[in-house]
Protein backbone atom coordinates (compact mmCIF):
# COMPACT_ATOMS: atom_id res chain seq x y z
CA UNK A 1 0.00 0.00 0.00
CA UNK A 2 1.79 3.61 -1.32
CA UNK A 3 1.00 6.93 0.49
CA UNK A 4 0.08 9.67 -1.94
CA UNK A 5 0.36 13.15 -0.84
CA UNK A 6 -2.61 15.17 -2.82
CA UNK A 7 -1.62 18.45 -2.79
CA UNK A 8 -4.16 20.79 -4.13
CA UNK A 9 -6.64 24.13 -2.89
CA UNK A 10 -9.79 22.68 -4.63
CA UNK A 11 -11.80 21.04 -2.12
CA UNK A 12 -13.70 19.27 -4.88
CA UNK A 13 -10.37 17.55 -6.80
CA UNK A 14 -9.17 16.69 -3.78
CA UNK A 15 -12.27 14.58 -2.46
CA UNK A 16 -12.59 13.39 -5.99
CA UNK A 17 -8.76 11.86 -6.16
CA UNK A 18 -9.27 11.11 -3.11
CA UNK A 19 -11.95 8.94 -3.56
CA UNK A 20 -10.18 7.19 -6.50
CA UNK A 21 -6.85 6.49 -4.83
CA UNK A 22 -8.54 5.04 -1.98
CA UNK A 23 -10.68 2.57 -4.01
CA UNK A 24 -7.02 1.60 -5.49
CA UNK A 25 -5.73 0.54 -2.33
CA UNK A 26 -3.42 3.80 -1.41
CA UNK A 27 -3.23 5.49 1.85
CA UNK A 28 -4.23 9.17 0.68
CA UNK A 29 -2.46 12.20 2.79
CA UNK A 30 -4.23 15.95 1.34
CA UNK A 31 -3.13 19.55 1.65
CA UNK A 32 -4.40 22.68 0.29
CA UNK A 33 -0.97 24.55 1.03
CA UNK A 34 2.31 24.35 -0.30
CA UNK A 35 3.78 25.56 2.40
CA UNK A 36 1.96 23.59 4.85
CA UNK A 37 2.65 20.56 2.28
CA UNK A 38 6.63 20.64 2.94
CA UNK A 39 7.04 18.37 6.23
CA UNK A 40 4.20 15.69 4.32
CA UNK A 41 6.54 15.10 1.23
CA UNK A 42 9.10 12.88 3.53
CA UNK A 43 6.13 10.20 4.09
CA UNK A 44 4.99 10.37 0.62
CA UNK A 45 6.23 7.29 -1.83
CA UNK A 46 4.36 9.64 -4.66
CA UNK A 47 3.17 13.28 -4.61
CA UNK A 48 0.42 14.68 -7.01
CA UNK A 49 1.13 18.37 -6.86
CA UNK A 50 -1.61 21.47 -8.47
CA UNK A 51 0.73 24.19 -10.30
CA UNK A 52 -1.60 26.85 -8.62
CA UNK A 53 -1.12 27.03 -4.87
CA UNK A 54 -1.15 29.28 -1.80
CA UNK A 55 1.54 29.66 0.34
CA UNK A 56 4.28 27.93 -2.20
CA UNK A 57 3.15 27.63 -5.84
CA UNK A 58 3.85 24.10 -7.33
CA UNK A 59 5.93 24.36 -9.14
CA UNK A 60 8.16 25.93 -6.12
CA UNK A 61 7.28 23.01 -4.19
CA UNK A 62 8.16 20.33 -6.74
CA UNK A 63 11.26 21.73 -7.10
CA UNK A 64 11.85 21.96 -3.45
CA UNK A 65 10.65 18.08 -3.32
CA UNK A 66 12.80 16.87 -6.34
CA UNK A 67 15.63 18.95 -4.34
CA UNK A 68 14.92 17.43 -0.82
CA UNK A 69 13.36 14.09 -1.70
CA UNK A 70 15.14 13.17 -5.09
CA UNK A 71 13.82 9.83 -5.11
CA UNK A 72 9.99 11.07 -5.12
CA UNK A 73 7.70 10.96 -7.91
CA UNK A 74 5.88 13.79 -8.88
CA UNK A 75 2.89 13.99 -11.18
CA UNK A 76 1.92 17.64 -11.28
CA UNK A 77 -1.63 19.17 -12.22
CA UNK A 78 -2.04 22.26 -13.99
CA UNK A 79 -4.52 23.99 -16.29
CA UNK A 80 -1.82 25.23 -17.98
CA UNK A 81 -1.61 23.60 -21.23
CA UNK A 82 0.97 25.77 -23.10
CA UNK A 83 4.42 23.91 -23.90
CA UNK A 84 6.40 26.48 -22.28
CA UNK A 85 4.72 25.93 -19.13
CA UNK A 86 4.65 22.28 -19.57
CA UNK A 87 8.41 22.02 -20.01
CA UNK A 88 9.11 24.61 -16.96
CA UNK A 89 7.26 22.23 -14.38
CA UNK A 90 8.92 19.14 -15.84
CA UNK A 91 12.51 21.13 -15.46
CA UNK A 92 11.34 21.94 -11.79
CA UNK A 93 11.65 18.26 -10.95
CA UNK A 94 8.07 16.76 -11.81
CA UNK A 95 7.86 13.16 -13.93
CA UNK A 96 4.59 13.73 -15.60
CA UNK A 97 2.04 16.13 -16.05
CA UNK A 98 -1.94 16.45 -16.20
CA UNK A 99 -3.89 19.10 -17.59
CA UNK A 100 -6.83 20.24 -16.22
CA UNK A 101 -9.69 19.04 -16.42
CA UNK A 102 -8.91 15.40 -16.24
CA UNK A 103 -10.32 12.20 -15.54
CA UNK A 104 -9.92 10.84 -12.19
CA UNK A 105 -9.03 7.25 -13.58
CA UNK A 106 -6.49 8.95 -15.17
CA UNK A 107 -4.53 10.33 -13.12
CA UNK A 108 -4.87 7.20 -10.92
CA UNK A 109 -3.33 5.49 -13.67
CA UNK A 110 -0.54 7.72 -14.00
CA UNK A 111 0.15 7.34 -10.28
CA UNK A 112 0.43 3.70 -10.91
CA UNK A 113 2.73 4.29 -13.61
CA UNK A 114 4.72 6.43 -11.11
CA UNK A 115 5.13 4.24 -8.47
CA UNK A 116 5.71 1.25 -10.95
CA UNK A 117 8.49 2.83 -11.84
CA UNK A 118 10.15 3.79 -8.96
CA UNK A 119 9.22 0.43 -7.61
CA UNK A 120 7.04 1.24 -4.78
CA UNK A 121 4.15 -1.08 -4.03
CA UNK A 122 5.38 -4.57 -5.69
CA UNK A 123 8.72 -6.69 -3.82
CA UNK A 124 12.54 -5.81 -3.10
CA UNK A 125 14.94 -7.97 -4.73
CA UNK A 126 18.73 -6.89 -2.82
CA UNK A 127 20.38 -9.97 -3.54
CA UNK A 128 19.35 -12.91 -0.52
CA UNK A 129 16.81 -10.49 0.81
CA UNK A 130 13.25 -10.06 -0.47
CA UNK A 131 10.32 -7.42 0.60
CA UNK A 132 7.05 -7.93 -0.53
CA UNK A 133 5.49 -4.79 0.22
CA UNK A 134 2.10 -5.86 -0.56
CA UNK A 135 1.72 -8.85 2.26
CA UNK A 136 4.63 -7.38 4.20
CA UNK A 137 6.67 -10.17 3.95
CA UNK A 138 10.39 -10.51 4.30
CA UNK A 139 13.13 -13.81 3.42
CA UNK A 140 16.20 -13.52 4.01
CA UNK A 141 18.24 -16.48 1.58
CA UNK A 142 14.43 -18.00 1.11
CA UNK A 143 13.91 -18.24 5.09
CA UNK A 144 11.31 -15.87 7.02
CA UNK A 145 12.78 -12.43 8.86
CA UNK A 146 10.52 -12.18 12.13
CA UNK A 147 10.65 -7.73 11.44
CA UNK A 148 8.26 -6.07 13.59
CA UNK A 149 5.79 -4.20 11.84
CA UNK A 150 8.15 -1.12 12.40
CA UNK A 151 11.52 -2.59 11.66
CA UNK A 152 9.78 -4.00 8.48
CA UNK A 153 8.96 -0.41 7.61
CA UNK A 154 12.38 1.07 8.36
CA UNK A 155 14.17 -1.93 6.25
CA UNK A 156 11.77 -0.76 3.27
CA UNK A 157 12.03 2.75 3.32
CA UNK A 158 15.64 1.95 3.24
CA UNK A 159 15.84 -0.94 0.65
CA UNK A 160 13.84 1.39 -1.31
CA UNK A 161 16.59 4.13 -2.13
CA UNK A 162 19.87 2.86 -1.84
CA UNK A 163 22.75 4.97 -1.48
CA UNK A 164 20.11 7.32 0.23
CA UNK A 165 21.18 8.67 3.42
CA UNK A 166 18.57 9.20 5.35
CA UNK A 167 18.97 11.04 8.70
CA UNK A 168 17.18 10.02 12.01
CA UNK A 169 14.80 12.62 11.82
CA UNK A 170 13.73 11.77 8.45
CA UNK A 171 12.88 8.12 8.81
CA UNK A 172 10.74 8.76 12.45
CA UNK A 173 8.93 11.56 10.30
CA UNK A 174 8.26 8.52 7.63
CA UNK A 175 7.87 5.63 9.57
CA UNK A 176 6.31 6.84 12.50
CA UNK A 177 4.20 9.46 10.65
CA UNK A 178 3.60 13.02 12.10
CA UNK A 179 3.22 12.08 15.99
CA UNK A 180 6.91 10.40 15.76
CA UNK A 181 8.98 9.98 19.27
CA UNK A 182 10.89 12.95 20.36
CA UNK A 183 14.22 10.36 21.04
CA UNK A 184 16.20 9.52 18.36
CA UNK A 185 17.90 6.90 19.73
CA UNK A 186 14.60 4.88 18.98
CA UNK A 187 16.07 4.44 15.34
CA UNK A 188 19.31 3.69 16.30
CA UNK A 189 17.50 0.12 18.56
CA UNK A 190 15.81 -0.58 15.69
CA UNK A 191 18.66 -0.80 13.27
CA UNK A 192 20.41 -2.65 15.72
CA UNK A 193 17.61 -5.24 16.11
CA UNK A 194 17.23 -5.37 12.21
CA UNK A 195 20.84 -5.89 11.74
CA UNK A 196 21.11 -8.53 14.30
CA UNK A 197 17.98 -10.36 12.37
CA UNK A 198 20.20 -9.97 8.93
CA UNK A 199 23.12 -11.12 10.11
CA UNK A 200 24.65 -8.01 9.30
CA UNK A 201 27.95 -6.76 10.88
CA UNK A 202 27.94 -2.45 11.62
CA UNK A 203 31.46 -2.35 11.41
CA UNK A 204 31.43 -4.10 7.57
CA UNK A 205 27.82 -4.14 6.53
CA UNK A 206 26.25 -6.00 3.81
CA UNK A 207 22.93 -4.44 4.28
CA UNK A 208 22.71 -1.19 6.16
CA UNK A 209 25.43 1.67 6.43
CA UNK A 210 26.05 3.83 9.55
CA UNK A 211 27.09 7.77 7.89
CA UNK A 212 28.05 9.10 10.95
CA UNK A 213 27.03 12.19 11.64
CA UNK A 214 23.94 12.20 8.96
CA UNK A 215 22.13 8.77 9.94
CA UNK A 216 21.84 5.69 7.77
CA UNK A 217 21.56 4.50 4.01
CA UNK A 218 21.37 0.35 2.66
CA UNK A 219 23.85 -0.17 0.56
CA UNK A 220 23.93 0.49 -3.17
CA UNK A 221 25.98 -2.92 -4.05
Given at each position: MATVLI??????????LQAYLLADGHRVETESDGLAALPLLARADVAVIDWMLPGMSGVELTAYARRDHPQLPILLLTARS????????LNAGADDYVVKPFSPREVVARVRALLRRAGVGEGIEVGALSLSLTSR???????????????FDLLATLAQHPGLVWSRERLMERVWGP????????VDVHITSIRRKLGDDAESPTF??????????????
Open positions: VDDDPAILEVEEEDRLRGAATLRGQPLALSRTEDYPSVTRVIETVRGLGYRFRED
